[in-house]
């Protein structure tokens, strides 16, 4: 009697933690295949896709930084295609109008004096003749665009931003302030030349649209076009004649503004 008494025991106790895991284990596995209904959802829903499968069409101005002695001032274009919202194709371009002196541009012809001691030094107007001038530049750009996002002005006013990087080919047209002056050539014996015509390159910067809607917005575009020069036409290496070889690869900073028109007109909105 004993024995059977301490049999059933035990046996009361198995069942008791038996049923005590099932009652732990049972909600685990119940929960653990019931599907969370935001499961594969999108991290942000109904989200403005301002820029996937379109086109941007842009007008506006532009201007040389940074430059020795002539600042260019441009109006100019740009095309784009936005292939997702983070990738894009771009061309753009720009004619200059304006040709603006810069303040070291006065200093140094301020400074010239003839002198039969100093040979090598020119007079004012050999100086300017050989001056190089930037007329137009054209560039096309892969544009990646990491950072987009909504920002308000004073609790009232919100728009669209994003910022972006590009990389690309970029073309410099040039010419010197007179047309007069020898052509740059591998076998030059004077003292000026002029550097002319297309100049390939590099081109890279840093862009951002803010949106007014969802059709219109400003875009600016910080680039650097690097490209084979030389601003002064004068000899740089050291040979004592201005030649094709005088011509190093330089950067030409740029600075462009465009009002832009975004294809169709209306956004996508996701999920």
Known sequence: MKTTSSNKARFAIFLAGAAAVLVTALPQVAHAQRRSPLADAPAIRKRLELRETRFELGVGFGS?????YFHSMMVGGKLAFHM?????????????VVQMETAYHERLTGSLVPDPNVPREPSINEANDSMERIKWMAAAQLEFTPFTGKYSLFGKIFAHYDFYAFVGPGLLGVEPTNSAVPACSDTGTSRSCGLSGAKFGGNVGLGLHTFFNQFVALNVELRD???????????????????????????????????????????????
């Open 84 to 96: 997702t919202d983070w990738f894009s194709l771009a061309v753009v371009g720009g004619f200059g």
């Open 225 to 271: 076009v690097v490209a084979k020069l030389n601003p002064s036409g004068r000899d740089t290496n050291g040979d004592s004649f201005a030649r094709l070889d005088d011509a190093t690869w330089q950067s030409t900073y740029m600075l462009s503004g465009n009002i832009t028109l975004f294809f169709p007109t209306m956004a996508a909105i996701s999920q």
């Open 64 to 68: 040389t930084l940074g430059q020795d």
